[in-house]
T-cell receptor, first 113, second 115 residues
Framework: AQSVTQLDSQVPVFEEAPVELRCNYS??????LFWYVQYPNQGLQLLLK??????LVKGINGFEAEFNKSQTSFHLRKPSVHISDTAEYFC???????????FGSGTKLNVKP | GAVVSQHPSRVICKSGTSVKIECRSL??????MFWYRQFPKQSLMLMAT?????????EQGVEKDKFLINHASLTLSTLTVTSAHPEDSSFYIC???????????FGPGTRLTVT
């Protein structure tokens, strides 16, 4: 069975500062990894995904994540955040059939001016 | 991109009553949809897989007689919470897979409050 851990429930950061949102997963099989963002009163939007290939994945809005198999991590990074990045971010793992998604508990990113 | 809608966005019902939540894929067809439940400060938990033309598949621990799922068409799945209790109060989210299957499109969620 898979599980996802997001250690930070909230991350405050000043505008234009770099940020890293941590995600660790556990799985006995190969997995596919995702980061979703949820803005207030909206659905989840895909930021990026890792299926195979290069371990550094670039997504929308300047975000990127690196898949580290030995550390079972998939941390999300952005070198310079904007106020508009304030949202909740979810890391997710899916099984090989992409049918079941297992989500972390989410990290609220609060970008301050 | 593809859009999934949910209705209503918020609903308050009395204990013992039933409430129906709709999930629609607006510009694509979905033979499969998924229903999740999210408790405050917790993960989205997959409740069931809704299959068009056949019975839903429920995750372990989810009461199928309490959470009735009907996938009436290729663009509509409904979740009915029967005989609701306060502990059923939660945020319910649906999703539908992309045509490639490598992505899920999520609805905006429905906040259910049972008084």
């Amino acid at each position: 069975a898979q599980s996802v851990t997001q250690l930070d429930s909230q991350v405050p950061v000043f505008e234009e500062a770099p940020v890293e949102l941590r995600c660790n997963y556990s799985s006995s099989v190969s997995v596919y990894l995702f980061w979703y963002v949820q803005y207030p009163n909206q659905g989840l939007q895909l930021l990026l995904k890792y299926l195979s290939g290069s371990t550094l994945v670039k997504g929308i809005n300047g975000f990127e994540a690196e898949f580290n198999k030995s550390q079972t991590s998939f941390h999300l990074r952005k070198p310079s955040v904007h106020i508009s990045d304030t949202a909740e971010y979810f890391c997710a793992v899916s099984d090989a059939n992409f049918n079941k998604f297992y989500f972390g508990s989410g990290t609220k990113l609060n970008v301050k001016p | 991109g593809a859009v999934v809608s949910q209705h209503p966005s918020r609903v308050i019902c009395k204990s013992g009553t039933s409430v129906k939540i709709e999930c629609r894929s607006l510009d694509f067809q979905a033979t499969t949809m998924f229903w999740y439940r999210q408790f405050p400060k917790q993960s989205l938990m997959l409740m069931a897989t809704s299959n068009e033309g056949s019975k839903a598949t429920y995750e372990q621990g989810v009461e199928k007689d309490k959470f009735l799922i009907n996938h009436a068409s290729l663009t509509l799945s409904t979740l009915t919470v029967t005989s609701a209790h306060p502990e059923d109060s939660s945020f319910y989210i649906c999703s539908a897979p992309s045509s490639s299957g490598h992505e899920q499109y999520f609805g905006p969620g429905t906040r259910l409050t049972v008084t």
